[in-house]
């Protein structure tokens, strides 16, 4: 997930203490636990879990399928003279204009080392487009076709009609149908950047997933490898607590302690669970619950969908496709790549990093090692038969055949989401009766599809671990215990909450004859005091009621703006 070309217009804001280190320092602070916990795999999004659980005394385990930790970030050792990603490999989000904050993990990187944070998108690099079968443009701002992609994408936010698929709405709207000049230039964009492809995605689940996104568009390479990086900040302390080569396959909680299976045949039992395994894992039914789950996350598991994904590193002797190019946008099955050696200092390396998603990886994956001379080919074709002559080496990860993974990451398939609150991915993140909870990138309602909202989930689910341990599971919330304080000023909606637990919180503005004027946050919120603000958008002048609904506690409040 690269994001790049997707700028978000509209000016929603998430105080940074939901998801930072302060949010954790706070969980920890207030809780003295004691208790045991399974964490189901070792990504991004168990093992951040496990920090925080761990650094709060509960006795953790994590099972982890695999031989490895990462999941999905993974380092490829040994190809290059730098480190080179076959998974994630850049940090989402610096927070933009409108007033988004940066996400958490390029804080904490930024607050660890601001070197490793390379911002290569402003670095003046030139990009490839192949839009016709005998030129190469660079870039083509004056092609209509282009432009046309380019007004496409960063109006995505605001479609509003039914969940149908994209690559029909193209074709009904636009008469945009594959094979045109420009299709390739959509499936590259957005197809292959959200996992799969436009014949999957739909279109209101898109609006949807991009009005949540909030940390900004802005995306940053790592002069370090990715893991390393994270362990550095936060997993090296659980890396002992791993148990490889444990995949479960059975989780049976119909009795106070959880007994867990693996295929191996080891057997494990638990207070509670912390669920973490991909998407693509709960919907091939690999682990067998017992009792069944709740059809609420059932039902989750089912309309929710995970791409086919691949990424093929290509080493050349020369750097045929330009000294100051980054990006190349084919027509065919290498739909993305571009160079990560340009942004290094220290490399003799000519690599070309190719991304392929949804059907073109799916054939891809099936042709094997034949996948190389039909990308070279493609490859020649546009540079003139240059690049099978320098070719030197690959690498293929396929993600659709890892068989712990099976998949590149979760994408706004339709009915993901019918509105930011009426959403999938919250019914799957909903935790089963103080039992076992549920952590992964496609648990994330706002950050799906990456290294940051797979963190983020691991907190959340970190969070409602240690609050069901605090808070007994039946007992009913006590609404007066819950304070809210509104007001605006200069624009700026300032909401301070207290609350016991954990809650869901939801914060908005309306017209005095109820419309909905703006939404500034739907989310858990942690437990404690927490100060909230947001800017308002630009607005007729009158009176309005500034509202805020935290669990079953609704208070508004009239302004005059
Ligand atoms: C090609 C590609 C490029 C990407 N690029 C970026 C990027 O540039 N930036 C970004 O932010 N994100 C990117 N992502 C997405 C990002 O990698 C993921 O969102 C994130 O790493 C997912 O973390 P996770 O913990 O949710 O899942 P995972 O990393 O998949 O971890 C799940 C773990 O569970 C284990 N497991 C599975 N089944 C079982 C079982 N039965 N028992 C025990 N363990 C099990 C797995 O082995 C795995 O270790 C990319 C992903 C891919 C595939």
Redesign the pocket.
Known sequence: ??RRRFVKSMGVTIPATIISSSFLTKITAQNTVTGNVII???????LYAAKVLKDAGVNITI????AI?????KPLNGFGDFPIE???????GKGNVMGDPPSFLWNSINEYDPDLLIEYEDLGYKEIFALDDDYIIYPPEWDPDFVDAVNFIDMMYAYTGDDIIMNDYLADEFGIVEGDRSWHVYEAWIGAEYGDSIKSYGMKSMAVSENLWLTGAKNYALDDAYLNILDTLWFNSVLENIEYN????SIDYSSALINISCADGSTYSSDKIIC???LS?LKEN??TFSPVLPALNQNAIDILQMGH?M?IILKFTEAFWGDNVYDITFKNYPTLAWSPGLIRTDTTNNILMC?TMGERAEYLSGLGDDAIPAILAELDSLFDGVATPAYVDAYI?D?IKEP??KG??SYPAPNTYNSETDSRRLDLATPIDCKIFF????TNNHHP??????LE??ARAAAEFLECLSVPVNETHIDNAIEVEMFTANNIATFNLNTPKIARAKMYLQSIDGKMMQQFYYDTIPSGENMYQFQIKEIAKGNYILCCEVDEKMVSEKVIL
Do not use: D
Not at 40 to 46: D, E, V
Not at 69 to 73: A, K, P, Q, S, Y
């Open positions: 997930m690269r189901i795999g070792a990504g991004a999004a168990g099972l982890e399928a695999s930790h990462g999941g999905r970030i076959v998974g994630a490999e850049e940090v989402h444990k995949q479960v396959t973490a395994v991909p894992v690999v682990i994904g990424k991304f990860q993600w712990f993974i590149s990451y952590a992964g990138e496609a599809s990456t290294v940051h909202g797979a989930s691991g």
